[in-house]
T-cell receptor, first 113, second 115 residues
Framework: AQTVTQSQPEMSVQEAETVTLSCTYD???????LFWYKQPPSRQMILVIR??????QNATENRFSVNFQKAAKSFSLKISDSQLGDAAMYFC??????????FGEGTQLTVNP | NAGVTQTPKFQVLKTGQSMTLQCAQD?????MSWYRQDPGMGLRLIHY???????DQGEVPNGYNVSRSTTEDFPLRLLSAAPSQTSVYFC??????????????FGNGTRLTVT
């Protein structure tokens, strides 16, 4: 079974600084997808960024970017110029092609003014 | 556009009671799913459905039933509530199980407490 591990239960960052959230996964598949979701206090789940495993180029979405290391099975999320609104629980998730999502444990991010 | 609507938002049950969590979507999505979220465990899949009349078990199905009589609705039934079912429950839907090209849309969750 595929597993997703987020080893940092909590992280904090100063406003305007950069923070990196870690995620590792285990799979025997060659074709799969990786995601980062954000869950603010409102509980709404918001897709932040996604990556296809066969694409070597790291995905970016404005201030959010990933460092995808396929051989190491690592998928970290970098948030640049952190804003107060970035404070949330962040979940890493994995999906084999055509299959359902498996989520990590989550990382609670605090942004300090 | 309402998206994915879950009711109720909050619920308190006594051990042994039964109840149904409602989920409806108005996006004509074929794929619907239920997750539970517990501290330190992320979101875990309970049941899912790839279309009307088709359901399947996820990672933690015990104690829960589902049915999919219409494309729009996917209720989750707790048969005999237990304290271990205290959790936040999310319904999610998408056009297909291809989670990359068809991202999941989540409801706002139901916080359930079983005493």
């Amino acid at each position: 079974a595929q597993t997703v591990t987020q080893s940092q239960p909590e992280m904090s960052v100063q406003e305007a600084e950069t923070v990196t959230l870690s995620c590792t996964y285990d799979t025997s598949e060659s074709d799969y997808y990786l995601f980062w979701y954000k869950q603010p206090p409102s509980r709404q789940m918001i897709l932040v960024i996604r990556q296809e495993a066969y694409k070597q180029q790291n995905a970016t979405e404005n201030r959010f970017s990933v460092n995808f290391q396929k051989a190491a099975k690592s998928f970290s999320l970098k948030i640049s110029d952190s804003q107060l609104g970035d404070a949330a629980m962040y979940f890493c998730a994995y999906s084999a092609s055509g299959s359902r999502l498996t989520f990590g444990e989550g990382t609670q991010l605090t942004v300090n003014p | 556009n309402a998206g994915v609507t879950q009711t109720p938002k909050f619920q308190v049950l006594k051990t042994g009671q039964s109840m149904t969590l409602q989920c409806a979507q108005d996006m004509n999505h074929e794929y619907m799913s239920w997750y539970r979220q517990d501290p330190g465990m992320g979101l875990r899949l309970i049941h899912y459905s790839v279309g009307a009349g088709i359901t399947d078990q996820g990672e933690v199905p015990n104690g829960y039933n589902v049915s999919r009589s219409t494309t729009e609705d996917f209720p989750l039934r707790l048969l005999s509530a237990a304290p271990s079912q205290t959790s936040v429950y999310f319904c999610a839907s998408s056009y297909s199980m291809d989670s990359y090209n068809s991202p999941l849309h989540f409801g706002n969750g139901t916080r359930l407490t079983v005493t």
